[in-house]
């Protein structure tokens, strides 16, 4: 099965990281790559410690794309996609994991770091008896249509409006 999160309201991969936790409690294992984040530590990062095997998270991201002072060419940004896309394949294919979560697959694909037909073609072949997690922004049309479940995170308020800054442990 196929669960996309998406939207462009805040709780995307908190979503994804609360069925994982869910998923762990139950003792399966969780595999989740990181698209976009990479160079920098989150609180999930240091909370999955405490599961071993568990749950591990590979970051595969160079940063933001573009933005927020990303001076990085555009290309080392594809190359860590489509490494970190082949990583996340051959998990699946492996079943390295219970559940292996895409976390913003979706703003890979949306900044044409990725292929929308060749993740859809792959997920589509593989998706039966898995559980596959994917969020981000903007879900390609073709995503949405082969996925099981879902989910749109719509901003209705953010704090972000009024100046306040990303806040580690919150955020990130």
Aim: net charge positive.
């Amino acid at each position: 099965m196929i669960y996309l999160f998406t939207g462009h309201g805040k709780g995307k991969t908190t979503a994804a990281l609360g069925q994982a936790l869910r998923a762990v409690g139950e003792g399966r294992a969780v595999l989740m790559f990181q698209f976009i984040k990479g160079p920098w530590k989150s609180g999930e990062d240091e909370a999955v410690k405490v599961f071993g095997d568990k749950f591990r998270i590979i970051k595969g991201g160079k940063g933001f794309v573009g933005i927020l002072g990303d001076k990085l060419p555009r290309s080392v940004h594809r190359r860590a996609a489509q490494e970190t896309w082949r990583r996340g394949k051959r998990a699946l294919q492996k079943r390295e994991a219970d559940i292996v979560i895409f976390d913003e697959l979706n703003n890979a694909l949306a900044l044409k770091l990725l292929a929308v037909g060749e993740v859809v073609r792959f997920l589509k072949r593989v998706k039966k008896n898995r559980e596959i997690i994917v969020t981000g922004r903007d879900a390609p049309k073709q995503l949405i249509a082969i996925a099981d479940l879902v989910s749109e995170v719509r901003e209705v308020k953010h704090y972000y409006r009024s100046g306040l800054l990303a806040r580690r442990g919150i955020e990130f």
